[in-house]
């Protein structure tokens, strides 16, 4: 009995750190996009192309590493990430695919979305998970709360 209700609050606990924050509504994005994904992370660089697209009622993520290898497939209908494909989870591309949707957002639609999130210039967070900073509208740094870093470009201005 102690045992299930340990595994219990586990899977519990598992959940709750799992959660990932989406906007109260899907916000307005010129899609289909291409980007170029920049992870720095404890001095090591990787590269990853990202196609976001409209499919359905829903937006359709697809990560691939810079051979066309699926990374991560993710998609988000009706305010829930579900898995497309057969890729395994991968709770670090769908935190940044979360982060991305809050960056992408426009600004007129940030306070319905995100309540909490504050915008200063050309700055924008989220809590202490998520900082942007932008260059221009589809180039800009994020940080979370990980240690993680990402560069954005779009794909076609990306430098080999």
Known sequence: ?????LI????????????????E???????????????T?????QDWLLVIQREGAG????????????????RLVDGQWQADGLLPPNAEARELFAAL???LTPEAELP?????????AAQRTFETRWQVRYQQPLVFDMNLAQGLHYRITPLSESAP
Not at 1 to 5: E, T
Not at 25 to 37: G, Y
Not at 112 to 120: D, L, M, S, T
Request: proline fraction near 10%; aromatic fraction near 4%.
């Open 1 to 5: 009995m102690i045992r299930a209700l």
């Open 8 to 23: 219990g609050c586990l899977l519990l606990l598992g959940a709750c750190a799992s959660h990932v924050p989406l906007p």
């Open 25 to 39: 509504r899907t916000p307005t994005l010129a899609l289909p996009l291409q980007l170029h994904i920049e992870r």
């Open 41 to 45: 992370l404890a001095g090591q660089r």
């Open 59 to 74: 937006i359709r993520w697809s990560m691939m590493d810079p051979l066309g290898i699926p990374v991560a497939r993710q």
């Open 101 to 103: 949707l809050f960056a």
């Open 112 to 120: 319905g979305n995100y309540p909490v999130a504050r915008q200063q």
